[in-house]
């Protein structure tokens, strides 16, 4: 059974350091992982979609890594700004028909002006 | 082009009544999935539908909780008999098919707050 795990639960910044969100699963078998971000009370907006066959993607500020053989990915953020203080999940997916996504229970970030 | 979109976004009942929730996928989405989110939880799946068919009920508690996606109309998950655990956010996502190449689209979510 898949696991995903984000650690720490939160996190507090100050404004303009660059950060690392990390996100471990339990079964490299995954067609891909997933960042989303969600504000308090909000949905979620997808932020990078990595596929298994991919190392990186890279949007803006943000750039996502993924080591399968290793059950890693990080979600990297650049010059980090209060408004990016948000709830972080990762999500991945396994490959085939019926695919679920199976998600981390995310990490909050708190960027501090 | 409309994206997922889910009603009520907030949904108030008092412990044994009725909630339906209602999830209508984008435009061409015939496959469905429905996730929980608890306070402090990740995201949870619950069940993933097509038009007219359960195709994987697997998350789903075994009693009390029923899904439906007719051919006509959004997807209703339907909870009878809400207890104080129930209140949580509840997401639907929409693809335009079932596999993984397939990405799914996240709605804005139903809160339902048991009183």
């Known amino acids: 059974k898949q696991e995903v795990t984000q650690i720490p639960a939160a996190l507090s910044v100050p404004e303009g350091e660059n950060l690392v969100l990390n996100c471990s699963f339990t079964?490299?078998?995954?067609?891909?992982l997933q960042w989303f971000r969600q504000d308090p009370g909000k949905g979620l907006t997808s932020l990078l979609l990595?596929?298994?066959?991919?190392r990186e993607q890279t949007s803006g500020r943000l750039n996502a890594s993924l080591d399968k053989s290793s059950g890693r990915s990080t979600l990297y953020i650049a010059a980090s700004q209060p408004g990016d203080s948000a709830t972080y999940l990762c999500?991945?997916?396994?490959?085939?028909?019926?695919?679920?996504?199976?998600f981390g229970k995310g990490i909050t970030l708190s960027v501090r002006p | 082009n409309a994206g997922v979109m889910q009603n009520p976004r907030h949904l108030v009942r008092r412990r044994g009544q009725e909630a339906r929730l209602r999830c209508s996928p984008m435009?061409?989405?015939?496959?469905v999935y429905w996730y929980r989110q608890l306070p402090e939880e990740g995201l949870k799946f619950m069940v993933y539908?097509?038009?007219?068919?359960?195709?994987?009920e697997s998350g789903m508690p075994k009693e009390r909780f029923s899904a439906e996606f007719p051919k006509e109309g959004p997807s209703i998950l339907r909870i009878q008999q809400v207890v104080r655990g129930d209140s949580a956010a509840y997401f639907c996502?929409?693809?335009?098919?079932?596999?993984?190449?397939?990405?799914?689209?996240f709605g804005p979510g139903t809160r339902l707050t048991v009183t």
């Open positions: 990595i596929q298994s066959s991919q």
């Open positions: 435009k061409g989405h015939s496959h």
């Open positions: 079964d490299s078998a995954i067609y891909n």
């Open positions: 539908l097509q038009k007219e068919n359960i195709i994987d």
């Open positions: 996502a929409s693809s335009a098919g079932g596999w993984s190449s397939y990405e799914q689209y």
């Open positions: 999500a991945v997916r396994p490959p085939g028909a019926n695919s679920k996504l199976t």
